[in-house]
């Protein structure tokens, strides 16, 4: 099932996710959907904060990429209560969209490389280096888990900057072709 999407501006992409207690029928439905959701939506990417579960969940597959950034062929992956140990190698500079703020993108400068530690969804645990556009993703969606957005990490400049456009995705008044929760939605009589 195409779950609707969470719109910049809700209050559940502000908070920190809880760990996932055990695995369940529940959740392993809730990862068929954040991938249908997430290939439905031309998404790389899904955190379960942008379908308004405050969970420590997401999923990604950054095969899209591969042309341009060979690493991220064939990786779709699904990370449960992850906890990044470590960034490292060269900050590098990469234009950044979210299926929370549609219609636009940013460059946002992040480390290249990620450890971490999660567990895929046999409830299996790993410890992994990703390096590249791997590390990219998996970054960006890890941040929605602690409560953020791309947004949070441009210049408070470039952010004021983008405020009316921030504004009217939360109000609903943006063009996309997906279901959407938006925050501020003004009713019109
Ligand atoms: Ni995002």
Known sequence: MVLPVVAYGHPVL???AEDIEENSPEIQQLIADM???MYYTEGVGLAAPQINKSIRLFVMDS???KDKYPEG???KKVFINPEIIELSGEPWTFREGCLSLPDMGEDVERPSKVLINYLDENFVEHEEEFDGIVARVIQHE???LEGKC???RISSMRKMLLKNKLRNISEGNVDVDYKMIFPNKKHRR
Do not use: R
Request: charged share 30%.
């Open 150 to 152: 791309y947004v949070d």
């Open 73 to 75: 062929a064939g990786v």
């Open 63 to 65: 095969d899209p990429f």
């Open 14 to 16: 502000k908070h920190v």
């Open 142 to 144: 890890y941040d929605h």
């Open 35 to 37: 991938f249908e959701t």
